[in-house]
Every structure is written in structure tokens, then in C-alpha cells.
């Protein structure tokens, strides 16, 4: 879980530029099988400055059943989140212990990065990670986060909250508490303290909390912006402040019922971001 190369989890770039060894150009972005396969293999390798110089675009990742599950999993992931499945490539090579997501609207998952999530948490790590970068699409098609940083930290804890939701699903990953320990200890270990960098994903308590109460709020059905105002309402107002501030009062427009049971998490979702909770602890919750 440690000593692990920074990833970068989103980006916005309006398109891929692929080069080969003749100097044709072209873009992978329009998932035309064609141009996909005749820019997949090695002599044709560059992707873009994301990924190691000799990192090329596969059809597959670590195996065949590999490749299956995870591609299985983004039709569920889009089918949770009601939109059409996101195009996914998968990078191999070296230099690709990453996972971006387009602006344009694709996600290119690598093969370095799947083997850790494999290898630190099994398949539902690989999963959250997934479901993670779909969750940067929904912000791309719906023009969120609606709470705005001057670093990616709230929109990368909104994405580990769009994981969480996934997790819980009946119709997604349908984990349990104890299951899905797994992907939010990964989801943690990738977090960081560069507080006043750009690409600040949030700390690792505060990747936790997030991927918690995003898995919480998949107790109830959720359009994405009103998970979004959700998530939001709780995590700046309860859960970033560390205080039970109770007497807010309920928004007209938030449930009541996923009110009550939100705010009964509150003092837990407190002590996970402050690091009261251990991370034995949190995993019995
Ligand atoms: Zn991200």
C-alpha cells in the first residue's frame, strides 16, 4: 500500500494523439475499431505524455477473464448511473500505473495499476477504480463538481463518493461493509498530503470518508446531481468541519429519511476523517 508511484486520475484533454513510426496521427477517441487496431500494437506505441513513452493501447488487460470482468463491470457501472457505457481502453507497458479519465469521453485504464488494485485488494479494488473514473464522466457530462477548489481535491472525493455509491448498489458491485474494506483501504493508499498541489486528490482519511459516505448515500436511488448536492451538503458541513453540527436544519429538499440515517453516521464519518478511527476500526463499521 505504500511506496507507490502517483497516479493521476482525471484529466481533461480534448483529444488522444496517436503517433506512429510512419508519422501518421490519428485519434483513438471515436472507438473506430479500425483505427483502434492499427494503433494498438508496439511499433505504434506513444499515447500520449500521461504514459511511459513506450506504453501502447490493448484490447485486453492482464488476461482474458481480467479483461472480461473489468469490462463487465463498466456496463454495470453505466447502467447504476443511467448513461450509455463509457469507451474503454486499457494500456500496457511500462509506465502505466494510472487510470484517466477523458474530457472527451473515454477512460484509458493501465495495466500497472490494474495489477496493484489485483494484487492489494482483489477485483473490487480494480472495480472501484472504474467505477472512480466513470465518475469523473458523469462530472464531464453534468458539469460538476458543483463545489469548485482551487485544487482537484473535491472533484476526485466526489469521484471516490460516486465509487462508494457503486459499491453498495444492489444492481453494482452489491458489496457489504466488510467487502468492500478492501477498495477503499486501496482507494486511501493512493491518496496524498500535497494539500496546495493542483492535482491534490485529498488526504487518505479523507478519501475514506468520502468513499464512505458515498457508499452510505447508496442506500437510497439518486440522480447524479442530486448526488452530487448530497454528497456536498454532508461532506462540507459535517464531515470536513469535524463537527456534529446538528442544529442545521434540514434542507426542504433533502429526504428525510436519508437525512435521519446520514446524520445517525455523522460522529463516524467525523472520527474517519480526523483519523480517530483506525483503519481496523473502519473496516467493522
Ligand atoms: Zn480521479
Known amino acids: 500500500m505504500k511506496n507507490l508511484k502517483p ?11 496517436v503517433s506512429c513510426s510512419d508519422n501518421e496521427t490519428n485519434t483513438i477517441d471515436d472507438a473506430n475499431a479500425k483505427l483502434f487496431a492499427s494503433h494498438s500494437h508496439e511499433t505504434c506505441s506513444y499515447i500520449d505524455s500521461y504514459w511511459g513513452s513506450n506504453a501502447y ?17 463498466n456496463v454495470k457501472i453505466a447502467d447504476v448511473f443511467n448513461i450509455s457505457t463509457i469507451p474503454l481502453y486499457f494500456a500496457k507497458g ?30 473490487i479494488s480494480c472495480a472501484m477504480v472504474q467505477a472512480h473514473e466513470v465518475g469523473h464522466q458523469l462530472q464531464y ?65 479523507q478519501r475514506r470518508s468520502a468513499f464512505r459516505l458515498g457508499y452510505l448515500l447508496g442506500d437510497y436511488n439518486l440522480s447524479v446531481s442530486s448526488f452530487d448536492y448530497n454528497f456536498f451538503y454532508y461532506y462540507d458541513n459535517y464531515v470536513l468541519p469535524g463537527a456534529l453540527r446538528q442544529h442545521l436544519e434540514k434542507p426542504a429538499d433533502i429526504d428525510e429519511d436519508l437525512h435521519n440515517f446520514i446524520l445517525s453516521k455523522m460522529e463516524e464519518l467525523r472520527k474517519i476523517n480526523s483519523g480517530e478511527i483506525s483503519e481496523e476500526e473502519f473496516e467493522k463499521l
Do not use: C
Not at 493501447?57 to 463491470?73: A, D, G, L, R, Y
Open 7 to 17: 497516479f493521476i486520475l482525471a484529466i481533461t484533454a480534448s483529444m488522444l494523439m
Open 57 to 73: 493501447i490493448s484490447s485486453t488487460i492482464v488476461n482474458q477473464s481480467e479483461t472480461n470482468f473489468i469490462k463487465n463491470q
Open 94 to 123: 511500462s509506465g502505466t500505473a494510472n487510470a484517466i479519465s477523458y474530457g472527451s469521453g473515454y477512460i484509458i485504464y493501465g495495466e500497472e495499476l490494474y495489477n496493484m488494485a489485483l494484487s492489494q485488494g482483489g477485483r
Open 141 to 205: 457530462q453534468n458539469n460538476l463538481p458543483t463545489r469548485r477548489e482551487s485544487t482537484a481535491r473535491a472533484t476526485e472525493l466526489e469521484a471516490d463518493g460516486f465509487a462508494g455509491y457503486y459499491i453498495k448498489k444492489p444492481n453494482g458491485y452489491n458489496a457489504t461493509w466488510t467487502q468492500a474494506s478492501a477498495a477503499y483501504n486501496f482507494a486511501a493508499s493512493i491518496g496524498d498530503y500535497n494539500t496546495t498541489s493542483s492535482g491534490h486528490h485529498g488526504t487518505p482519511a
